[in-house]
């Protein structure tokens, strides 16, 4: 019997099933405008909430007791935790999970020891995946929990920290294309200030633009063919990360030439902590074409700061596979779980239960904008607002071929336009018929 006390993979039962433990709306060989959901979704299960939180918090210290975080063998611990991370792969049949460095492998006493430790578990890796058929969607280094990175990574002020840095993130990427990940993810937590007092922005940002540039530069000499991705968050821990939200992240690469290589990797929790909806940060990544991966998760509305809570809105939800829809969906990236079971939620299979909880709330707002595409739901009022726009006159100053001159004096001629209703009461009525 395996840790979670199951043996056979968790399977779709349909909308009638009460099992906390069986998909009722997750099938995910069920066809959805010509792909299987599986194929839509991509789901992830990361390494990190799952398998190296403790359970923690600012006031209080380990609740889950987990038998892998304990011992006197760094690297045999790091063993069982994968032991126990593919095992729940397979229970959840997930095709993609994800891991930072650190949480997969002990730290050594140099960087040298530490990429010999990587190299020994992505080895157990390599031989698992290639027996489960799980893929990896992508790999990371964690460059903000060590103390030689409190004033930053790539924007240190002390060019060894840069450089050690460096050599962690070429090692993360080397294994990452080892196990044929489709994705490289940065998350700068500490790219960041705490105080402008001792701090030089603009010399941070060209730290940062370097750094990129470097890695970049490094994914094309090896023949990573997947993007970089940037997953932008505005603060916590820094009290401000210079990747705040997308259009920063968008601005940033414009300016350091790096759109046609690095994308973005955008989280729920991460949104709402910015100022936006989960919605507004994907419709903008696309209208920008930075649009790469999606860590799925929630936020807590009365808390101010990233409980990363395992996502169960199904509304909000809906909105965002109805615009990934339009949009094509998933080419490289996925929905990665970057969520954490609650300290209270001690039993295993609590871990099992969340994951099945939000992968159904995720099949069913699929399904849900599937519904509304089909019938045209919200695309129909939104053609309709915007038709004035289609007209061959207005076309043309699209276009760039009518001048300021010419379309002012089409007002001066007698326009007289008069405001027409948004009908937003009535849009959140047609989405509550479908969710």
């Known amino acids: 019997m395996s840790f979670f006390g199951l043996d056979a993979p968790i399977r779709y039962a349909g909308p009638d099933s009460k099992d906390p433990l069986a998909y009722r709306f997750y099938d995910k060989n069920k066809q959805v405008m010509g792909k299987r959901m599986e194929d839509h979704l991509r789901f992830s299960a990361c390494y990190w909430h799952s398998f190296t939180w403790p359970g923690g918090d600012p006031f209080g210290g380990e609740t889950f007791l987990r ?18 991370a593919f095992d729940m792969f397979k229970l959840l049949d997930v095709p993609f999970f994800t891991f930072h ?66 050599g962690q993130v070429k090692a993360a990427i ?24 001792n701090t030089d ?50 601005g940033f690469l414009q300016k350091y030439d790096l759109l046609a290589d690095v994308k973005v ?13 989960f919605d507004h940060e994907v ?46 969906g998933f080419t490289t990236g996925g929905l990665n779980f970057d969520a954490k079971i609650r300290r209270q939620s001690i039993d295993p299979q609590d871990l099992l239960i969340a994951h099945v909880a939000s992968m159904d709330a995720c099949a069913r707002a699929l399904l849900a904008a599937e519904a509304m595409i089909a019938d045209k739901a919200l695309e129909g009022p939104l053609a309709a607002r915007y038709s004035g726009w289609a007209s061959p006159e207005n076309q043309a100053i699209l276009r760039g071929e009518s001048d300021l001159e010419t379309v ?26 479908y969710v």
């Open 174 to 197: 080397d294994a990452t294309k080892k196990l044929n990940g489709e994705n490289y993810v940065c998350w700068g937590g500490r790219e960041g200030y705490e105080t402008l007092l």
């Open 283 to 328: 419709r903008l990544a696309y209208a920008l074409g930075v649009f790469g991966s999606l860590d799925i998760n929630r936020g807590d509305d009365l808390l101010g700061w990233d409980t990363d809570q395992f996502a169960m809105n199904v509304s909000e939800l809906t909105l965002l596979f109805h615009e990934m829809l339009k949009q094509g």
């Open 101 to 166: 460095d650190v949480d997969v492998a002990p730290e050594g006493a140099s960087l040298a020891e530490s990429v010999k430790n990587l190299e020994t578990i992505t080895d157990i890796f390599a031989e698992k995946m290639g027996r489960t058929g799980t893929r990896l969607l992508w790999g990371t280094a964690n460059l903000f929990s060590h103390r030689r990175y409190m004033a930053g990574a790539a924007t240190n002020p002390d060019p060894d920290v840069f450089a050690y840095a460096v």
């Open 265 to 277: 990797n955008i989280e729920q929790n991460h949104a709402i902590l910015a100022g936006h909806s």
């Open 408 to 433: 002012a004096a089409k007002a001066m001629a007698g326009l007289d336009p008069q405001p027409r209703s948004g009908r937003q009461e009535y849009l959140e009525g047609v989405l509550n018929r």
């Open 67 to 84: 038998p892998w975080m304990h011992g006197s063998d760094p690297l045999q611990m790091a063993r069982d935790k994968a032991d126990v």
């Open 201 to 250: 922005m603009k010399k941070e940002l060209d730290q940062l633009g370097r750094f990129l540039s470097m890695l970049v530069d490094y994914k094309h000499k090896i023949g990573f063919s997947g993007p970089i991705l940037i997953e932008p968050k505005p603060r916590e821990p820094s009290k401000h990360q210079y990747d705040f939200d997308v259009a920063t992240v968008f």
